[in-house]
């Protein structure tokens, strides 16, 4: 980094490090252009790279393919089954918390589905917002929407919700 051209001054060092800014920010640019591109041609390829939803996981054998987690499953059929019977979305939360059954998040943690004097949840259990999502997530119907919601680019990390039409279903 150091030039025989400029002495040690401010205004060089100040040039020098505006001249660094550029290129890491086009190195930053040009990075992330290239992880959007091969990300939307796993997508288009039908390659699921997104976090597993509930009640699936990833195929140790093949990571961008799912397969049913057998033990949350159960879970997800009692939340459909609970809905198919009439019951709202809050008292479907109500009710799985009542039973003990943990979240999404904890039972990724702890790899236990019911609470006990062992395993402690961290969050604050079922939220119908969350019961909603389940309910309208195109994967417990055999069609996963990929590529929902983007960013305008690599410095504005502001979440774009994306039209149906563009999604890209697995």
């Given amino acids: 980094d150091e030039l025989d051209s400029f002495k040690d001054t401010d205004a060089a060092l100040g040039l020098m490090v505006r001249i660094k800014n550029l290129i890491h920010d086009h190195n930053s640019q040009d990075i992330s252009k290239k992880v959007r591109e091969t990300k939307n041609m796993l997508r288009k390829e039908g390659k699921y790279i997104s976090p597993a939803p509930f009640g699936y996981k990833k195929d140790p054998n093949d990571r961008y393919k799912l397969i049913i987690d057998e033990e949350a499953a159960i ?25 003990g059954i943990m979240t999404r998040a904890d039972y990724k943690k702890t790899g236990s589905l019911y609470k006990n004097d062992n395993v402690v949840s961290s969050s604050h259990g079922w939220r119908p917002n969350g019961i909603q999502n389940m309910l309208s997530n195109k994967a417990y119907i055999g069609a996963v929407a990929q590529h929902r919601r983007t960013t305008r680019n690599y410095k504005d990390r502001k979440t774009i919700y994306l039209e149906e ?6």
Wanted: glycine share 6%.
């Fill in 75 to 99: 879970v997800v059929r009692k939340i459909f089954d609970m809905y198919l019977e009439g019951m709202g979305t809050i008292r479907i939360s109500q009710r799985l918390n009542e039973l």
């Fill in 165 to 170: 039409q563009d999604h890209i279903i697995v």
